[in-house]
């Protein structure tokens, strides 16, 4: 009898295990947190590793194509593309687009707004955008018609804007800015019906990095703002501040003068910020944020580590 009422108290949690197995299995996997590459400690590395990543297409060379990537479209006309010696292309192109559209996408890109004339742009979006046949560069042909770059908006007439350029996104090389070149006509807002909002239409003059924006009111006082870092491991190397404006999207880099020392000059006095503070060192990431107003008193930055995945979240969530 103590044999049968073993084998039924064995058979019976045995049964118990494989429904509880069957529960476990049946639960969905939680989704992984992205991973940075381990042991970076570089800005080049962080905007490597974590900015916004290259999304290819491929489009023949002689026809006219429409490409769409994160809500901003790409129209091209026939024939957009020569080599680098004015040579024709046929057959398939290979085009790399860059978007740019929100802060958290321009802080970990190393996008910042800084332009000429010390003003910064408010921008609707940055886009890079390469094309290459046979990994030999290509560059755009002046004799064909005019590549449009489209960027979302919202629902109500927008302000107007204009296009500014720059070879190479830095946030440590004061020279590398935005400016505007060639057209400096206003760029077009057209009403999207796929989208059901504008979007700004602006003609490619060129494949360096393009800005859609309008630079800052030179009206009112204008203030140097100084923050620092409270340690002497970070560098302009491996660590970046900005200046972030509340309810715009308006970010400066704050560029290093000295040693764990950064600067920007003619902010508009009294506007609402957060300076923001990031670095890796070691693949182990550091961030401090401050919520302020702008004025030239020295801000100190008290920079702590934290996990990617926070530090995402914190840059999403910037006002």
């Given at each position: 009898m103590k044999s049968k009422i073993s084998l039924f108290l064995a058979l019976a949690l045995?049964?118990?295990?494989?429904?509880?197995?069957?529960?476990?299995?049946?639960e969905p996997e939680?989704?992984?947190?992205?991973?940075?590459?381990?042991?970076?400690?570089?800005?080049?590395?962080?905007?490597?590793?974590?900015?916004?990543?290259?999304?290819?297409?491929?489009?023949s060379a002689?026809?006219?194509?429409?490409?769409?990537?994160?809500?901003?479209?790409?129209?091209?006309?026939?024939?957009?593309?020569?080599t680098s010696t004015s040579g024709t292309v046929t057959g398939n192109?290979?085009?790399?687009?860059?978007?740019?559209?929100?802060?958290d996408q321009i802080i970990l890109t190393g996008a910042q707004a800084n332009s000429t004339n010390s003003?910064?742009?408010?921008?609707?979006?940055?886009?890079?955008?390469?094309?290459?046949?046979?990994?030999?560069?290509?560059?755009?042909?002046?004799?064909?018609?005019?590549v449009f770059v489209s960027l979302p908006d919202g629902p109500v007439t927008p302000q107007a804007t204009k296009k500014y350029y720059v070879s190479k996104l830095s946030v440590t090389d004061s020279t590398k800015v935005w400016a505007m070149e060639?057209?400096?006509?206003?760029?077009?807002?057209?009403?999207?019906?796929?989208?059901?909002?504008?979007?700004?239409?602006?003609?490619?003059?060129?494949l360096k990095w393009l800005n859609?924006?309008?630079?800052?009111?030179?009206?009112?006082?204008?203030?140097?703002?100084?923050?620092?870092?409270?340690?002497?491991?970070?560098?302009?190397?491996?660590?970046?501040?900005?200046?972030s404006f509340n309810g715009s999207l308006t970010i400066g880099?704050?560029?290093?003068?000295?040693?764990?020392?950064?600067?920007?000059?003619?902010m508009p006095n009294g506007k609402g910020v957060h300076i923001v503070g990031i670095s890796v060192i070691d693949g182990q990431y550091y961030s401090a944020i401050m919520s302020t107003a702008v004025s030239s008193g020295t801000f100190g930055l008290n920079m702590q580590p934290t996990s990617f995945s926070t530090l995402v979240t914190s840059m999403k969530n910037l006002p």
């Open positions: 045995t049964a118990f295990a494989m429904v509880e197995c069957k529960k476990k299995t049946e939680p989704e992984p947190e992205p991973t940075p590459t381990a042991g970076i400690s570089t800005l080049a590395d962080l905007f490597a590793t974590n900015g916004s990543p290259f999304v290819n297409f491929t489009v002689t026809a006219p194509s429409t490409i769409t990537s994160n809500d901003v479209t790409i129209e091209f006309p026939a024939n957009a593309f020569q192109v290979v085009i790399s687009v860059k978007t740019i559209l929100t802060k003003r910064l742009v408010t921008t609707k979006g940055c886009v890079k955008l390469t094309a290459s046949q046979n990994s030999q560069s290509l560059r755009l042909s002046p004799a064909s018609g005019t060639a057209d400096t006509n206003n760029v077009q807002a057209v009403w999207s019906p796929t989208l059901s909002k504008y979007v700004h239409r602006a003609g490619l003059d060129s859609v924006g309008k630079q800052w009111d030179t009206t009112g006082l204008k203030v140097p703002m100084v923050a620092t870092v409270n340690a002497s491991m970070f560098n302009k190397n491996n660590c970046a501040v900005y200046i880099a704050m560029y290093e003068i000295s040693p764990g020392v950064y600067r920007i000059s003619n």
